[in-house]
């Protein structure tokens, strides 16, 4: 295996005879254009892929109509690995009202039609047909979310779990980054797939026969989803209450005569291993194919720093439930800071962080009381209806972490653009403070999503009253600070 690290994974033939490659081992197909960012998880499993010697390259946004838009770096030696992209492809193209957006902020100039509705299902099928018989591995947060079969709200019909239609041989779920290296492992030696946490394989007929399923908890089959308009909550409440990976088991969906064998969920990583990822020679740039072109979503991020993955809110209405799960890993203080100084050193850094974040922005650093406690919870959320016991809402690492980077030589600007958690705000009236007075780029993003009781009660939020508390907080808090800001 190579151990090159290149200043960009390689998207053109010229790059990777650069690199002296005569073939790639792992072909990486994206519904984004390729920015080098750890916000962007094309890059992330790249980078990973790359740091663990295999010799990879990327196609972003291939012509979806045409085979030959995949034959770039020739016959990958493994596999291939595809994403979406950053968001499910259907979410990327149509609005709520199921009309086409008028952008696309993973596309140059924010230009739409780049991508395929449910892109994992064409990009795998173009796949297949580019390469016959190429192992498909499929993974990000359009795999996490259609898993199972599932209801798609823009065409108003249940859907089969992914691996139904798109054929793919097998799809992670999930923090991918422990389930893809141990596909890799596997894959370069031969070895069976069977039993790799964080993943879904759907089996035939005869595997479905013979498969042990003692360990496993069946959820409504998909043609009972098709029958009968209760089994998809029930499938719900079942997949959320065997998301902890530590108790929960895994699951098994009937097709007819095939079955859909999803594995326990992957522990999340290590503070120790966010920072491996994050140590990563990261450019923080698009590829240079793109030069002076602009990307929306690239602008947006551009001048932020990732810190935190999971979300202990377990809202009814988002998809980090399904994606990162509710267990949350953090990045240490000094693999932030580093961060800092790469990012100093970028052409477009003018002083300004416009975030250190994740999910929300005042969830750094909280930590259960008592650690093993969680391995038994199967709660779906650890702030509703109540705040858990076990949950230490402790802005201390987070005000340490705040005022150890706004005191780097360079940094003239803070600012916490995660949406803040309304309940751990009341909770934490000092980290509060901080962030009122230090960290408001003019607006700060508050995550009520709606002021009836009955709708935050089915969102699995705070009552509209802990909105009205923070406000009055903000209000004194920005007019002891002397300043003029307004909540979003």
């Keep these: 295996m190579s151990h090159v690290q290149p200043e960009f994974i390689p998207l053109t033939i010229a790059e990777t005879r650069k690199l002296g490659w005569d073939e790639i081992d792992i072909l990486l197909i994206t519904g984004d254009v390729y920015v080098d960012h750890p ?84 990009y795998t099928q173009l796949a297949k047909q580019a390469f016959p018989k190429i192992p498909v591995q499929v993974g990000g947060l359009e795999a996490s979310l259609r898993r199972v079969a599932h209801y798609d709200y823009w065409q108003d019909k249940i859907r089969p779990g992914v691996l139904v239609d798109s054929k793919a041989d097998i799809l992670v779920f999930g923090q991918g980054e422990k389930p893809v290296l141990e596909i890799y492992r ?43 308009r209760d089994a998809l909550m029930a499938s719900t409440v079942i997949v959320e209450r065997e998301m902890n990976p530590w108790c929960g088991k895994g699951l098994i969906q009937r097709y007819d005569q095939r079955l859909l064998v999803i594995e326990p969920s992957p522990e999340p990583m290590s503070t120790e291993e966010s920072d491996h990822v994050h140590s990563l020679p990261f450019k923080y740039l698009p590829h240079p194919i793109y030069k002076g072109q602009n990307i929306p979503a690239f602008e947006t991020i551009k001048n932020s720093i990732p810190a935190v993955r999971g979300c202990p809110g ?60 969680c391995h038994s919870c199967k ?35 803070l600012h916490i653009n995660s ?31 709606h002021l009836h009781s009955n709708v935050t009660a089915l969102m699995r939020k705070d009552p509209p009253e802990s909105f009205f508390k923070f406000k009055k907080i903000f209000e004194e808090e920005s007019a002891s600070a002397g300043k003029e800001q307004y909540l979003i």
């Design 39 to 122: 916000s962007y998880g094309a890059a992330i499993i790249g980078r990973l892929l790359l740091d663990a010697g295999y010799r990879v390259a990327m196609i972003a946004q291939p012509d979806w109509k045409d085979p030959e838009s995949l034959k770039t770096f020739g016959r990958p030696r493994i596999a291939c690995a595809i994403t979406s992209g950053n968001m499910d492809s259907m979410v990327n193209i149509y609005t709520a009202g199921r009309r086409f957006r008028r952008e696309d902020a993973y596309s140059i100039n924010g230009e739409t039609g780049k991508r395929p509705p449910h892109a994992l299902t064409v």
């Design 186 to 228: 596997r894959l370069a030696v031969g070895q069976s797939l069977e039993g790799i946490r964080g993943t879904a394989r759907l089996l035939g007929k005869n595997a479905a026969e013979v498969f042990d399923s003692s360990d496993y908890v069946e959820i409504p089959s998909y043609e009972e989803h098709l029958n009968n």
């Design 379 to 413: 709660r779906s959320s650890c702030l509703y209806p109540k705040v858990c016991k076990n949950y230490n809402a402790d802005g201390t690492r987070l005000i340490k972490l705040l005022r150890r980077v706004r005191s780097i030589d360079g940094v003239k600007h």
């Design 419 to 449: 949406g803040v958690r309304l309940e751990l705000a009341l909770l934490h009236k000092e980290l509060s403070r901080e962030l009122i007075h230090h960290h408001v780029s003019g607006h700060l993003k508050v995550a009520p999503e």
């Design 314 to 373: 377990g809202c009814a209405f988002c998809g980090l439930v399904s994606h990162q799960g509710r267990h949350m890993t953090f990045r240490s203080e000094e693999s932030i800071v580093n961060e800092v100084e790469r990012l100093k050193k970028l052409a477009h850094f003018r002083g300004t962080i416009s975030d250190i974040g994740g999910p929300a922005g005042n969830i750094y650093g909280n930590v259960p009381f008592e650690p093993e406690k």
